[in-house]
């Protein structure tokens, strides 16, 4: 029996219908890569809550008449952050916002498309059963369940008073958008097993760690997201002219617990400490992996993977101190995001591969 739970005869007999399920899935991780990144243009744009109704199928027709682009900019009107943000709004600018939002909403549609249609065909095919069919299955609700959680963040942003998406909605939404994404990979690593002695528990034991910390590390930069937290304390590597600000700026909030989550100078300093934690993890297990693997105590694939990883996190830490000062202008942004899921991209390969080695 394999690591995917198909018996190594069957896999040998199916192995190019494996790869095309691989291909396949390699396919929808770039989307879902893609989506990550285009969300993060569509909260920086402030075009996400441009469309004020979910419609999961009738949605996918935009506006195609002068009257109905009227209909849809009377429903943002009525919107607190029209409001309060965006009175005077043109219906031209309108449509850029709209169109945006829009093509963001289409995208997890084709994502939903290219995944299902796919799924559906393998497994009447036989091309994937048993163990893989039911991790793909858990997969497609996952994808599912992300869609239900982005209209729940959109709903709570159209609520009075507020112009953007609640911060707390916003990092479940993308963090679940990484369990679907470390999931996917997970199954394609699972699928293309490489021959590899198997590393001592202390190195599988860290690799789970960083790819726990890289999560862990991009939910904070969401909520730095969504209080817009990056537009203040724009110096590095001082917070207002300290390294560790007071406890009156930290923790102005009762219970403490709450600045954790809701005030701007506590959720950038968590955000900042998490860096410095992945980075000297990432570093620690690199030069740790490097010197086992000398004595036959891991593998070289290890410790190149480690090296690798260690190289794209201070590559990362960089370009959130180049975001910062610059007090996040759209590319830097953009780049900062996509950066952080190559990280966590490469965490889930190396803890993976961790995992499946036998020696």
């Keep these: 029996m394999s690591a995917t739970g198909i018996p190594d005869g069957a896999r040998q007999a ?34 996400g809550l441009s469309i004020t109704e979910w419609k999961p199928i009738t949605g996918a027709i935009p506006p195609l008449s002068h009257e109905a682009w009227l209909r849809e900019f009377d429903l943002y009107r009525a919107t607190p952050q029209y409001q309060l943000l965006n009175a005077g709004m043109s219906l031209a600018e309108f449509r850029f916002i709209y169109l945006w939002e829009w093509g963001h909403r289409q995208l997890g549609r084709f994502i939903g498309l290219a995944y299902i249609i796919p799924l559906v065909w393998f497994a009447a095919r036989r091309v994937v059963t048993g163990r893989l069919l039911a991790m793909l299955a ?25 112009v953007a998406v609640a ?58 997201a969504g209080l817009h937290a990056g537009l203040t304390y724009n110096t590095w590597p001082l917070m207002d002219g300290r390294f560790i600000p007071d406890a009156a700026t930290l923790l102005p909030l009762q219970p403490w617990w709450m600045n954790l989550l809701a005030t701007v100078p506590a959720v950038q300093f968590n955000h900042r400490m998490g860096a410095y934690v992945l980075l000297a993890a990432a570093l ?28 794209i996190v201070f590559l ?44």
């Design 14 to 47: 199916a192995a190019p219908g494996l790869r095309a399920v691989r291909n396949w899935l390699v396919f929808v991780t770039c989307l879902v890569f893609i989506m990550v990144v285009v969300g993060g243009a569509t909260r920086l744009t402030g075009s």
């Design 138 to 162: 858990l997969v497609a609700v996952l994808g599912g369940l992300q869609g239900a959680i982005g209209w729940i963040m959109v709903h709570s942003g159209l609520q009075p008073g507020m």
């Design 167 to 224: 911060p707390v909605k916003l990092m479940l939404h993308l963090l679940a958008a990484c369990v679907l994404f470390m999931c996917l990979i997970g199954v394609i690593v699972t699928l293309s097993p490489r021959p590899e002695a198997r590393s001592i528990g202390r190195v599988k034991a860290w690799g789970a760690l960083l790819a726990a910390l890289s999560f862990v590390q991009i939910g904070l930069g969401a909520l730095v």
């Design 284 to 311: 620690w297990h690199a030069f740790d992996v490097r010197r086992l693997a000398s004595v036959g105590a891991a593998s070289p694939g290890a410790a190149h993977r480690a090296a690798a990883l260690a190289f």
């Design 316 to 359: 990362q830490d960089v370009i959130g101190v180049v975001t910062l000062v610059l007090a996040v202008p759209i590319w830097a942004g953009l780049l900062h995001q996509g950066c952080a899921m190559i990280v966590l991209a490469v965490a889930t390969i190396h803890a993976r591969r961790l995992m499946l080695a036998r020696g």
